[in-house]
């Protein structure tokens, strides 16, 4: 069971989740428990870290943002054990979640289990801080924000659970974002493929690197609402399976939307070998992330253009670099655009039907939206457009593919 920030933001919502931790146990369950720091925790400590220094030694600043963790798992355990529970707090050193080196952005390799088995296994909850672990040298480190999901499934594959369990502040996944299509409905089973693409586009329920870890464990994963007691929900949560156990397939999953998108424009390319392995190494080598590339037939002869997207706080960087860039590359004229949004349709049933981009362009340009770069995969369709249509886009789309709820 895991539990993110908001169901632990307080003494009442911490003895609220020793209830429903309670209520497993008492259903026969051996129950390990990883917890997110209190809602808006993580950020008050790295303010702290920030205000004491711009450039904090990565080392001390993971031993700062750790301790979120750390206070909520001994908070739990003290919760449990006044509802009669047996329980007790593992840290990432003393549960052993081995990690690379890389501070504030650490990856899990190993987790041992053997001490936490044979405390399950005599009756007593673990109750694990997430986002946590401990480097090569015997340090603290984190994992990165949302880290604790990812916390989460590397400890249900390292002891072989029945199910992960993820509760959060919403009751599932749904086949759009609720707040902009109140007739989006709620999925009973999604496959791993289907959630990690959703989860890359834009959808925030599940972290991207945790249901890459669940789909490569093949570790079944609940999400849930912390917030809905324990059996007043008739149909809880939403399973993320194996494309084998989910029977029954849809074409479509899904609907998502990122406005955390840029585009840019390098026009003018000399038409040649290896200038747009010059643009690209540039920015790959200043860490930053590109999404969707398109190469454009120029207007004068024996150049070419190049439209690609950044993410949107990248997009000062990514000018800066292909500035300094200028020379190697020979371009004539970079420009941007900040004001668009992402839009993709998801589904393993994109496999075995053909017609869904159509369906999608074609929905599209009936509301008059225009499509500015397209990329696609196996399951999934994305369009770039303006960020104004957003709400529009989706909403005509969650339609056009039959999602809405009846």
């Known amino acids: ?34 917890v997110s720091a209190m809602a808006g925790e ?6 702290f870290a920030h205000a004491a220094s711009p450039l904090a030694d ?34 990432g050193w003393q549960l052993a979640v081995a990690t690379t080196g890389a501070h504030s952005t650490a990856r899990i390799e190993a987790v041992d289990t053997s001490a936490v088995l044979a ?35 590397a400890l249900a594959a390292a002891l072989h659970a029945d199910r992960c369990d993820i509760y959060t502040d919403v009751d599932g996944v749904y086949t759009t974002d609720p707040r902009i299509v109140p007739r989006a409905r709620k999925l009973k089973r999604i ?27 093949k570790v079944r994963v609940q999400v849930l609402s912390s917030f809905i007691p324990a059996g007043n929900d008739p149909e809880p949560g939403t399973m ?24 840019i424009t390098v026009a003018g390319v000399p038409d040649k070998p290896g200038v747009v392995a010059a643009i690209f190494g540039a920015l790959a080598d200043a860490q930053v992330n590109v999404d969707m590339i398109v190469q454009n037939i120029a207007y004068v002869a024996g150049t070419t253009d190049v439209t690609f997207t950044v993410p949107r706080t990248e997009l ?48 599209l340009g009936d509301r008059g939206i225009n499509i500015q770069a397209i990329t696609t995969s196996e399951i999934k369709v994305s369009v770039l457009i303006a960020e104004e249509y957003t709400e529009l886009a989706v909403r005509v789309l969650h339609t056009a593919y039959g999602l809405d709820a009846t």
């Not at 539990?3 to 309670?22: D, K």
């Not at 399950?120 to 924000?145: I, N, Y």
């Not at 371009?331 to 900040?338: E, G, K």
């Open 119 to 153: 405390s399950m296994a005599a009756g007593s909850v673990a109750v694990v801080p997430g986002f946590q672990g401990v480097g090569p040298d015997g340090r603290v480190t984190t994992l990165g924000r949302g880290g604790s999901d990812t916390s989460a499934v």
């Open 240 to 263: 993320v399976v194996d494309e084998d156990e989910h029977v029954e397939q849809e074409l479509i999953a899904g609907v998502a939307y990122n406005r955390n998108e840029a585009k």
């Open 1 to 34: 069971m895991k539990f993110g920030g908001t169901s632990m933001a307080g003494i009442e919502r911490i003895r609220e989740v020793a209830s429903r931790v309670a209520g497993e146990v008492a259903r026969g369950n051996e129950v390990a428990v990883v």
């Open 316 to 363: 000062a960087l990514s000018e800066d670099v292909l500035a300094k860039a200028k020379g190697n590359i020979g371009y004539a004229s970079v420009t941007s655009d900040a004001a668009v949004a992402k839009i993709s349709v998801v589904g393993v049933g994109m496999r075995s039907h053909a017609g869904v981009a159509v369906t999608m362009f074609r929905a």
């Open 191 to 217: 496959t791993y493929e289907e959630m990690l693409e959703l989860a890359s586009v834009g959808a925030k329920v599940l972290q991207t690197r945790s249901v890459e870890l669940a789909m490569k464990e």
């Open 58 to 91: 990565r080392a001390e600043y993971d031993v700062v943002v750790a301790s979120g963790e750390q206070i909520t798992a001994g908070l739990l355990a003290i919760a449990l054990q006044a509802a009669g529970v047996p329980a007790r707090s593992w840290l």
């Open 42 to 47: 993580t950020d008050r400590l790295v303010g």
